[in-house]
Nanobody, 127 residues
Framework: QVQLVESGGGLVQTGGSLRLSCAAS????????LGWFRQAPGKEREFVAG????????YYTDSVKGRFTISRDNAKNTVYLQMHTLKPEDTAVYSC????????????????????WGQGTQVTVSS
């Protein structure tokens, strides 16, 4: 059992910034990849960003490249999503996810490959 708890969501105006955090607890982790996903009303869950155990390999969906940055602090079992230049279309419930992997360099982008999920945090960008 792994628990993931997101925080940092809220209401921000267009062009603003927000940093989301996701803290993991429960069982001892070995090597695991982390990712952020989002889901807006009426839309499918969408991959946003992923990061390898090493923290050096990352991957972003095209719509957030250059605006969002994913990072992790393994000593704190925490992953972050720094969001800049926010747009109304970024409005969604953002969830973090984790999955054990075999390599330090592996980044996972498919939602169905993740095993553990947080409850989500609402991000609303006003126009």
């Amino acid at each position: 059992q792994v628990q993931l708890v997101e925080s940092g969501g809220g209401l921000v105006q267009t062009g603003g910034s927000l940093r989301l955090s996701c803290a993991a607890s429960g069982r001892t982790f070995d090597i695991y990849a982390l990712g952020w996903f989002r889901q807006a009303p009426g839309k499918e869950r969408e991959f946003v960003a992923g990061i390898s155990w090493s923290g050096t390999n990352t991957y972003y969906t095209d719509s957030v490249k250059g605006r969002f940055t994913i990072s992790r602090d393994n000593a704190k079992n925490t992953v972050y999503l720094q969001m800049h230049t926010l747009k109304p279309e970024d409005t969604a419930v953002y969830s973090c996810a984790a999955v054990f992997v075999s390599e330090y360099s592996t980044v996972v982008t498919a939602s169905d490959e993740y095993d553990y999920w947080g409850q989500g945090t609402q991000v609303t960008v006003s126009s």
